[in-house]
């Protein structure tokens, strides 16, 4: 296998004992890659509610962590032999309702999507793929009327 | 992560302090249990969140809904990037964020 220097891989055991192991993983790439704040947060949020559907819903026995760093966006790949699932295709909660009737579902995957410049997932080699890719840019600044 | 309980009177605050993950959630739900007897109000102060995950928003979710019932919740001090992740949840609607 050719490694290459703007990629990290991680393989782990989906216990719940990955999701710490998941998090160290990401600091270090951040620090090392020079990652921006605003980025390495949504990294860590981003593999944090992705890893958890693997490690509690998913029964899978392995799984493997990507990161792909590049000048303008940072790439977070998972893989797991567990169940088939795309976590595009879970329903999304209803935002308009209430506390009272909110759901409690949903929400991760909710964050993941929105946070996310691109999502792609494809289910081969008898494996989960699941590809997400975030953009290093600073948010875009709220425009006000003093900026016209 | 911990937790600080400042009781003025009928209102309770609690200064949650540092992650809010699926591991810490829990001692903030414990937390939660332990006061909302004793209070009216309950004051969030996020002040030294430094993060938080669905884990996290679903305890919130679940105070919000018990304090309703009650005297109501307030969430305090936001920083940019927790904000970020209560408009993208919608959870700027549901919570009262001062």
């Known amino acids: ?148 | 992560m911990n937790v600080e309980k400042v009781c003025n009177g009928n209102e309770m605050t609690l200064c949650v302090n540092g992650r809010l993950d699926t591991t810490t959630a829990p001692s903030l739900e414990t937390a939660v249990m332990e006061v909302v007897a004793g209070c009216e109000s309950l004051v969030l102060d996020l002040a030294g969140l430094e993060y938080i995950s669905s884990a996290g928003l679903r305890v919130i979710l679940k105070t919000q809904k018990i304090m309703m019932s009650k005297g109501g919740m307030k969430v305090q001090h936001v920083n940019e990037t927790i904000m970020e992740i209560f408009e993208i949840t919608g959870f700027t609607d549901i919570l009262t964020i001062i």
């Not at chain 1, 879970?90 to 946070?115: F, I, Y």
């Not at chain 1, 080699?125 to 953009?135: F, I, M, P």
């Open chain 1, 1 to 148: 296998m050719v490694s290459h220097e703007n990629e990290r891989r991680f393989s782990i055991v989906p216990d719940k004992e990955a999701l710490a192991a998941v998090s160290d993983f990401l600091d270090s790439c951040v620090e090392d890659y020079g990652i921006p704040l605003r980025a390495g947060y949504t990294l860590k949020v981003v593999a944090d509610e992705i890893m958890s559907n693997i490690v509690y819903y998913s029964g899978a026995k392995s799984a493997e962590i990507l990161l792909q760093n590049d000048a303008d966006k940072v790439t977070l790949g998972f893989m797991d032999d567990g169940v088939p699932y795309n976590p595009m295709e879970a329903e999304e909660p209803d935002l308009t309702t209430g506390a009272e009737e909110r759901s409690l579902g949903g929400l991760g995957l909710l964050m993941v999507k929105k946070m996310a410049e691109q999502i792609q997932y494809e289910y081969a080699d008898r494996k989960n793929q699941l590809k997400v890719v975030l953009s290093k840019a600073a948010k875009k600044k709220k425009l006000s009327l003093e900026d016209f």
